[in-house]
C-alpha cells in the first residue's frame, strides 16, 4: 500500500543511519528532501538513484496537495530533511498532519536527532524533559523564557552559534546563573564538544571562547521542593 515514510538522516556521521532508512530510500517511489543538493550527498554516498524532488518550508503549503494526491494514487513517499529527523524543527508536520486528514498512511522510522544524544550525554535528568526548539528570534524570546522559569523538567533548545553566549545569558537571568546546563556542539562529528557546568560559567566559556557549529542546550529544570 502507498504511503508517506518519513526517513531520519545523519547529524554529523554519515554512518549513522539504519539498514532500514537505506532499503526505505532505495525502494520509495520518490524522495522529497528539503535540499536536493545535501541529500544527494548522502544518496551518492549511498548509491541510492530514487527521483529526488525539493521541499521546503518555502514550497511545502503550495506542494502538500500534489504531495497527497500522488500517494493516494498509488506511489510510496519519503521523506528527508537536511539532516535528523523531519519534521523536528524541521518541515514534515504539514504534510504528515495533510497525509492523516485524508486518511494516508504515515510512517516513521526511529533514527538520528539531535535533542536525543544532548539530552541523555549531559548528565542531567532525563527521565522526562521539555523540547524547546529553537527560541524566537527577537519578538517573543522574554516571554517564552518567562514561561519556563518553573518548569521543573530539563529542558532542551536549539540554537545558532552567533546567538549561543546571548542564549545562555538570558537563561542565566531567568532560570538563575547557578542552573546546571550542558551545551553540546558538533554532535557525531570530528570536532564534538560537551560542555557542562553552571549558566554562568558556559557564557564566561563561550564568550571567551565564540563557538562555530551546531548547537544544542541542555538546561536542568527548578529544583522541586
Ligand atoms: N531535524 C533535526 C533533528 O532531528 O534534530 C533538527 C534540525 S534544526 C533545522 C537544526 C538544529 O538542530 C541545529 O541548529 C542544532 O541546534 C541542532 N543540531 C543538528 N545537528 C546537530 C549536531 N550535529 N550537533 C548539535 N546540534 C545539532
Do not use: W
Not at 9 to 22: C, E, Q, S, V
Not at 24 to 49: C, F, M, P, W
Not at 126 to 137: A, H, I, V
Amino acid at each position: 500500500m502507498s504511503k508517506l515514510i518519513l526517513v531520519p538522516t545523519p547529524i554529523g556521521n554519515l554512518k549513522d543511519i539504519t539498514f532500514r532508512a537505506l532499503e526505505v530510500l532505495g525502494n520509495a517511489d520518490l524522495i522529497l528532501a528539503e535540499d536536493t543538493r545535501q541529500a544527494s550527498k548522502l544518496l551518492n554516498h549511498y548509491n541510492i538513484r530514487t527521483p529526488l524532488q525539493s521541499h521546503h518550508m518555502f514550497n511545502e503549503h503550495k506542494s502538500v496537495e500534489t504531495v497527497c494526491a500522488k500517494i493516494a494514487g498509488g506511489i510510496t513517499i519519503a521523506l528527508i530533511s537536511d539532516a535528523g529527523t523531519p519534521g523536528i524543527s524541521d518541515p514534515g508536520f504539514l504534510l504528515v498532519r495533510t497525509c492523516l486528514e485524508k486518511g494516508l498512511e504515515v510512517e516513521t522510522l526511529p533514527g538520528p536527532t539531535a535533542l536525543i544524544p544532548a539530552i541523555v550525554n549531559s548528565g542531567l535528568p532525563c527521565d522526562r524533559f521539555c523540547f524547546e526548539g529553537f527560541l524566537p528570534q527577537k519578538k517573543g524570546r522574554n516571554k517564552r523564557l518567562s514561561g519556563l522559569v518553573d518548569e521543573a523538567r530539563t529542558m532542551v533548545f536549539y540554537e545558532s552559534p552567533y546567538r549561543l553566549v546571548k542564549a545562555l545569558n538570558e537563561m542565566a537571568e531567568h532560570f538563575g546563573p547557578d542552573r546546571e546546563a550542558c551545551v553540546s556542539r558538533e554532535l557525531s562529528k570530528i570536532y564534538e564538544e560537551n560542555v557542562r557546568g553552571s549558566l554562568a560559567f558556559l557564557a564566561e566559556y563561550y564568550n571567551e571562547k565564540p563557538p562555530k557549529g551546531e548547537i544544542v542546550i541542555v538546561v536542568a529544570g527548578k529544583k522541586e521542593k
